[in-house]
């Protein structure tokens, strides 16, 4: 593999921020201006309310230079390193300079067939020449047949589907209030777990129990009420958090108001939040108050689940069985694709016209899903993630040990997997991540001081070996 030799990288990824999605943002002083021009002549330009008949086509917009039309036409929503990929197959990724690089973020735990995958590209191109969509007002037979898979391979009863995982997580938190509404709670209440996450809508970042994704998006200084926030893992705090939410304030009961736990949300792992695994103890609290107070466990498998953790779902790892779960991610390969699935009541909790979808679902996302599908089920990849996971896990603890003034603990499930930068070592986890990415190894941060691994579950002995030398490498040459 080629080694990336941009040395511009080095300057510019010490402008990294602590989270992974403000990873680089150039200057504005040198910012190029991208016009849109045809072959033959400039376009005139488009003043408000005009009605424009003639259309500039594609071909005609000046797109030699990639970087320039993100910088003067896309928003400012990520920070990004200055590569451009082009091409990826299997593990690895190529830039539009012909550069090689080891992919160990696969889109964000989200590849998990890899890149380029002959399953995968063949199910999306027949089904794109044949019925790409129709709305959720038909039946179609991928979206029944996706939906069954996932619901005989979980506890799950019945599914909704849409696009991603906020929106997973937003039909999450719909269906827990109209439950508790159902049970004739007025002021229902959502926990969350801090230092979680769960997406960018108002309602899942408001879940997301970090103050940071907060600033800004307030009304009055308050964010969308009805969530609470716990400490992760404590299961005395907890308990005394439902306890709390279950009394209703005496002045509220007085007006014909009732408060009341709807639900606990919690990723069986926290991803952004570090890489740190849920115990089974706090687990079986937080099923355990769920029951007694007649709300619903709601698990976030958005990057955990579809395999990466050695089983098919997070919440498996640790022993309980929750109302609620969602999925997204790694659940249509790279194509967009979120789903909600739940069991028992909750599965019936939504009538027509509660929620919907007008992507949800559809032919062509649920082809890719299937596709998915019929790969992990066929294939034993998750043998390969318990046995790749190990190898991962057994490497890092080596170089950690050899540089223990770098490198901390490693931890977590699978092929999500997290070393810990001690907070001594003179450098963040993303100035870690440009390190590697110098090596020709692409990982991400899960914070301000954990570097995360997540390549595709398809990822092999030899590319887990290749993967580890490039970290070593990127570490011996920051103490060096």
């Not at 599914?159 to 937003?170: Q, T």
């Not at 926990?191 to 103050?211: C, D, K, M, N």
């Not at 570090?274 to 007694?292: E, H, N, W």
């Amino acid at each position: 593999m080629m080694i990336l030799q941009k040395s511009a990288i080095l300057s510019a990824l010490l402008a990294l921020s602590n989270s992974s999605s403000e990873a680089f943002s150039p200057s504005r002083s040198n910012r190029a201006v991208t016009r849109l021009h045809s072959t033959t002549e400039e376009p005139p330009t488009i003043t408000p309310g005009q009605v424009v008949t003639n259309l500039i086509p594609p071909s005609a917009i000046d797109s030699s230079s990639t970087a320039n039309l993100f910088d003067t036409r896309v928003q400012k929503t990520y920070g990004r390193y200055p590569i451009t990929f082009v091409k990826g197959e299997g593990c690895v990724l190529t830039d539009e300079d012909g550069k090689v690089y080891l992919d160990f973020v696969s889109g964000i735990a989200t590849c998990a067939l890899g890149h380029s995958n002959p399953a995968l590209t063949k199910a999306v191109s027949d089904q794109m020449a044949s019925l790409h969509h129709v709305s959720n007002l038909y039946y179609t037979p991928q979206q029944g047949q996706l939906a069954a898979w996932l619901c005989e391979n979980s506890c799950a009863d019945k599914v909704f589907f849409c696009n991603s995982g906020a929106e997973s997580n937003e039909a999450a938190i719909k269906l827990a209030r109209r439950h508790a509404h159902n049970r004739g709670i007025t002021d229902p209440v959502i926990i969350t777990a801090e230092s979680s996450f769960h997406g960018r809508t108002l309602a899942t970042v408001t879940a997301t129990a970090q103050p940071k994704y907060h600033k800004g998006f307030t009304y009055g200084g308050e964010m969308v009420r009805g969530f609470r926030y716990s400490p992760y893992n404590d299961e005395e705090a907890l308990k005394k958090l439902v306890e709390e939410i279950n009394t209703t304030p005496e002045e509220d009961a007085k007006a014909g108001r009732k408060r009341g736990l709807a639900a606990i949300m919690l990723e069986p792992l926290q991803g952004e939040g570090g890489i740190r695994p849920g115990t089974p103890s706090f687990f079986q609290t937080a099923r355990s108050l769920c029951d007694q107070s007649g709300a619903l466990l709601m698990c976030d498998e958005v990057q955990v689940g579809m395999g990466r953790s050695g089983s098919l779902w997070g919440h498996q790892q640790l022993g309980v069985t929750p109302d609620v779960f969602t999925s997204a991610k790694a659940l249509g390969g790279g194509v967009p694709i979120g789903a909600m699935l739940a069991r028992g009541e909750a599965a019936d909790v939504f009538g027509p016209g509660d929620h919907a979808s007008t992507y949800g679902g559809n032919p062509l996302a649920c082809a890719a899903g299937l596709a998915v599908a019929t790969y992990l089920s066929e294939n034993d990849v998750l043998s390969n993630v318990r046995a790749r996971g190990e190898q991962l896990s057994e490497g890092l603890e080596k170089i950690a040990k050899k540089y223990p003034s770098v490198l901390g603990e490693v931890r977590g499930w699978g092929l999500l997997k997290g070393v810990a930068i001690r907070d001594d070592a003179g450098c963040t986890a993303a100035e870690l991540v440009g390190d590697a990415m110098k090596q020709g190894l692409l990982l991400v941060a899960a914070g301000p001081s954990v570097v995360r691994f997540v390549p595709p579950l398809i990822v092999n002995e030899s590319e887990i070996d290749d993967a580890l030398k490039r970290f070593e490498a990127a570490i011996a040459s920051r103490v060096s």
